[in-house]
């Protein structure tokens, strides 16, 4: 590494995220890590995490030429959750209002396949809040009570979600560019079972998946799973209960139960939450910020804002629990 980049852990009492900080002005992103690709992967291993801060990043295609840079494409965001918007080649973080709060959670854990890295890029820093807080998903595993965590361990978590246009988002928005026969297929594929309603214009997924996992490289067991965000707990009060009143339970635009099928008890979701909040950590975007995670190692979310606000987001590489099963 050059002298003109700075190396420091940001939480040191956690053994979490590195900081590499430049120390004078417009050093290339790219250039820097075509030099220290066996670095940050070693970091990563290591704290989770790495944060490339003062470097000079003035657009997005810098940004995806960073992350070209560590060998893997840039992953196509399908069977997404929630709304985004494709940049060039990558994707705007999830659009929803400033004054939601987007809990913690590891990309795409409500499935069976993950991506393996997240890059996120501070193109606007809000003026307040905005953060992207991150938890060490070993530490949430170990602090969720023993009764709990062997309910999900033994029978998985089944994911039902129901695609309805004007109602959460559509089949179209979740499956970009896809027909319905090509739906079916990447289903089939995954284990997914698929349902059409309403003639076809309505859609029914239904997913038994992980609820842990265990690092390829670290061989840490993880909490690996999207229950307490999909289930209809995550949603206050006013919300539940007026959905409840529209629709049947099992028509809902998503919710989670047991893999066995049975409910999910509202207090198991509140000790996995209590787990999650018990060890976040937080740090405030700077214009320029260039961050990448272990999705496996560590969880993200995002805090609440006021100001504009964009991050950008990549996905690369691929880790699957049916290549583990």
Same mark, same amino acid.
């Given at each position: ?23 004078? +002005?417009?050093?290339?992103?790219? #250039?820097?890590? *075509? &030099?220290?690709?066996?670095? $940050?992967? /070693? =970091?990563?291993?290591?704290? !989770? ?83 992207? +807080?991150?938890?060490?998903?070993? #530490?949430?595993? *170990? &602090?969720?009570?023993?009764? $709990?965590? /062997? =309910?999900?361990?033994?029978? !998985? ?92 339970? *099992? ?75």
């Amino acid at each position: 590494m050059t002298s003109n980049v700075k190396e420091t852990l940001l939480f040191p009492d956690e053994q979490l995220v590195t900081l590499f900080e430049a120390t004078e +002005p417009g050093l290339s992103p790219v #250039a820097w890590a *075509e &030099r220290n690709r066996d670095l $940050v992967a /070693e =970091r990563l291993a290591s704290a !989770g995490a790495c944060l490339l801060r003062g470097f000079d990043v003035p657009d997005e295609t810098v940004f995806s030429r960073f992350v070209r840079v560590f060998g893997d494409e840039l992953n196509e965001y399908t069977y997404r959750s929630t709304p985004r918007t494709k940049v060039g080649d990558v994707y705007t973080s999830t659009e929803y209002p400033a004054t939601e709060v987007i809990p913690q959670h590891n990309e795409m854990a409500y499935t069976s396949t993950w991506p393996e890295r997240l890059w996120f890029y501070s193109a606007i820093a809000a003026v307040s809040g905005g953060e992207t +807080p991150l938890a060490d998903s070993h #530490a949430v595993y *170990e &602090r969720i009570p023993a009764d $709990v965590r /062997e =309910r999900f361990e033994r029978h !998985g978590v089944r994911y039902v979600r129901n695609y309805r246009a004007g109602l959460g988002i559509s089949w179209q928005e979740t499956f970009p560019g896809m027909s319905r026969e090509e739906v079916e297929r990447f289903c089939a594929e995954r284990d997914i079972v698929v349902e059409w309603l309403e003639g076809g214009e309505s859609l029914r997924t239904t997913e038994t998946c992980q609820a842990v996992t265990v690092h390829p490289v670290t061989g840490r067991t993880l909490w690996m799973n999207q229950a307490h965000l999909f289930h209809v707990s995550n949603l206050n009060e006013a919300t539940r209960l007026a959905l409840l009143e529209l629709m049947k339970e *099992e028509d809902l635009p998503r919710n989670a139960y047991y893999g066995d099928g049975s409910p999910i008890p509202d207090a198991d979701l509140a000790a996995v939450r209590k787990a999650y909040e018990a060890g976040t950590i937080a740090f405030p975007w700077q214009p320029g910020d260039l961050l990448v995670i272990d999705n496996l190692t560590l969880s993200h979310g995002r805090n609440r804002f006021e100001g504009p606000r964009k991050v950008l987001v990549a996905m690369t590489g691929s880790l699957s629990s049916r290549q583990e099963a």
